[in-house]
């Protein structure tokens, strides 16, 4: 097991698993900005990289990064869903000082928006982590 200078980690909230992201662009837009962290939960219900609501993903203009076709999701319940995705950047700042490029996808349909920002299955395989339920927290590990 890593020792305390070699984990950093986030206390969970609502009973749920978050961690401390940065959001950036290739032309450099920054969500959220300043030297702040949005805590964000982690979900490995969503396969993907990152799912962003849309007034988020158009805040930071990555419509203009967009791919051409959007993907179709299966939901849990069965039901599909279209996200549009586009390239960009996740900085965990804890935890290094390289961003990671991602694959960032937004609801195709206003309906089918989600109400924050998710990390799903297909990011956190980069990490080894350790989620606490005793003391209600979530560690990255480092190698």
Excluded: C
């Excluded at 959220?32 to 396969?47: F, Q, S």
């Amino acid at each position: 097991m890593a020792n305390e200078e070699e984990k950093v980690s986030w206390p969970y909230r609502d009973d749920s698993p978050y961690i401390g992201i940065k959001i950036q662009t290739d032309s450099g837009e920054e969500y959220p900005l300043a030297n702040h962290e949005k805590l964000v939960l982690i979900d490995t219900g969503y396969d993907g990289e990152i799912l962003l609501p849309r007034s988020i993903y158009h805040e930071l203009g990555l419509y203009n990064w967009e791919k051409p076709e959007p993907l179709e999701y299966l939901l849990g319940d069965g039901s599909k869903m279209n996200l549009t995705s586009a390239s960009g950047l996740v900085l965990i700042p804890k935890h290094s000082k390289n961003p990671i490029r991602v694959e960032i996808h937004t609801a195709n349909e206003a309906g089918q928006d989600t109400d924050g920002i998710l990390l799903g299955a297909k990011f956190i395989k980069r990490f080894k982590l350790l989620l606490n339920g005793p003391v209600s927290e979530l560690t990255i590990l480092q190698n």
